[in-house]
């Protein structure tokens, strides 16, 4: 059985052919991530250095819900900076909480209030409930940004 081979002017052929492909691909992959940014999160008005501080960015859809875009880092008093990378450019609302037993969940009392200090992009107010997501909203650009969310 004869292999199928390509004939010397093929390969010239298949050249501009395969290079083509290959710009078209790194050009994509350059194009998706410039449409992303970075976001730096300064949380302030953190009372102690115990536990994690907790940063979400939340479409919409999944406002006070499970946020594809997270971030943890250990609680410092004062500031804590934390980055979330590969955010997508739209409409965004960034909630931050003051994780102090370590739990991964915004702790809550008998009646639902929450017991650990949490803030919104905007400063958005929490009066009687949750603000809402247009309240905390904020544009997100192909540029990375700063946030700053005071904890309340």
């Known amino acids: 059985m004869n292999k199928p081979t390509i004939s ?11 290079t083509a492909t290959a710009l078209l ?6 194009s998706a991530a410039a449409t992303a940014a970075t976001i730096e999160v300064h949380v302030t008005n ?4 115990k536990g994690q501080i907790r940063v979400a960015v939340c479409d919409q859809e999944r406002f006070l819900k499970q946020c594809v875009h997270t971030a943890s880092a250990p609680a410092q008093t004062g500031e804590t900076v934390l980055k979330v990378a590969n955010v997508p450019a739209g409409i965004w609302a960034v909630l931050a909480y003051h994780d102090e037993n370590g739990n991964a969940e915004l702790d809550r009392n008998m009646i639902g209030i929450p017991k650990e200090d949490y803030g919104f ?13 247009s309240d905390a909203a904020i544009t997100v ?3 990375d940004m700063a946030v700053k969310i005071k904890l309340h």
């Open 121 to 133: 992009s905007r400063d958005a107010a929490s009066r009687f409930g949750p603000p809402k997501f």
């Open 46 to 49: 953190i009372s102690n250095a």
């Open 25 to 30: 691909c790194t050009s994509l992959l350059a």
């Open 141 to 143: 650009e192909d540029a």
């Open 8 to 18: 010397p002017r093929g390969h010239r052929m298949l050249a501009p052919i395969l």
